[in-house]
């Protein structure tokens, strides 16, 4: 055997044998692993922190007037009040989706006409009105020490609001 073909059949025996380990490894993997889909839930404490953070970005982009982020980020509040319908139903025995019912219904709608409007003075009078539409909730659930306001500071420093 030339030495071209010494080399040809050591890669083939190599790949062979690694393309094996690799098929028996997800073979193995298919059957240990659990569906998370199906395992993983979310606890509302979670979610809002996630809701918080946006929370608090939706006031820096309305405050330097950037619209399409604000509107981007209340969108995101609306999609963690989604996951906690999802995944939360009945939380301590009361009906999410009516509590945030109340919440969507009037002020995170007043927040939206401003944002569209491009109205500072409104997007600031809207804001405090969802802030104290999520105390009612977390006062609700018996979270009333879980009280949210204008934030005072950027939340973050990585990202520009204007
Ligand atoms: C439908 C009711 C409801 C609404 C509306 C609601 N929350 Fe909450 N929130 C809760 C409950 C219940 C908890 C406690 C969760 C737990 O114990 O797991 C909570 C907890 C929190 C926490 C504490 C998370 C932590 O682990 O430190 C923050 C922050 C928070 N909410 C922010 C907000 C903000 C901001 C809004 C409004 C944009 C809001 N929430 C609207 C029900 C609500």
Redesign the pocket.
């Known amino acids: 055997m030339n030495f071209f073909l010494k080399v040809l059949s050591v890669f083939l025996l190599l790949y062979t044998n690694l393309a094996q380990a690799s098929h028996d490894e997800t073979a193995g993997a298919k059957q240990k692993l659990p569906d998370v889909s199906q395992t993983y839930t979310p ?4 979610i ?2 996630g ?2 953070i ?2 608090a970005k939706l006031w820096y982009a309305g405050l330097a007037r950037n619209w399409r982020l604000a509107k981007y980020e209340l969108d995101e ?1 609306l999609e963690g ?1 989604e996951d ?1 319908k999802k995944y939360q139903p009945d ?2 025995g009361k009906p ?1 989706a009516e ?2 019912a ?2 969507t219904s009037d002020p995170i709608s007043k927040l939206e006409q401003a944002i569209e409007a491009k109205d500072k003075a409104a997007f600031k009078k809207s804001f405090d009105g ?2 104290n ?6 006062t ?2 018996g ?1 009333d020490f ?1 009280s ?1 306001q204008r934030p005072t500071t950027l939340p973050l420093t990585n990202q520009r609001f204007n």
Do not use: D, P
């Open positions: 606890g509302i404490g979670e809002m922190v809701i918080q946006r929370h509040i009040f906690a939380f301590k999410i509590m945030i109340l919440i969802v802030s539409a999520c105390n009612a909730c977390h609700t659930y979270y879980i949210i």
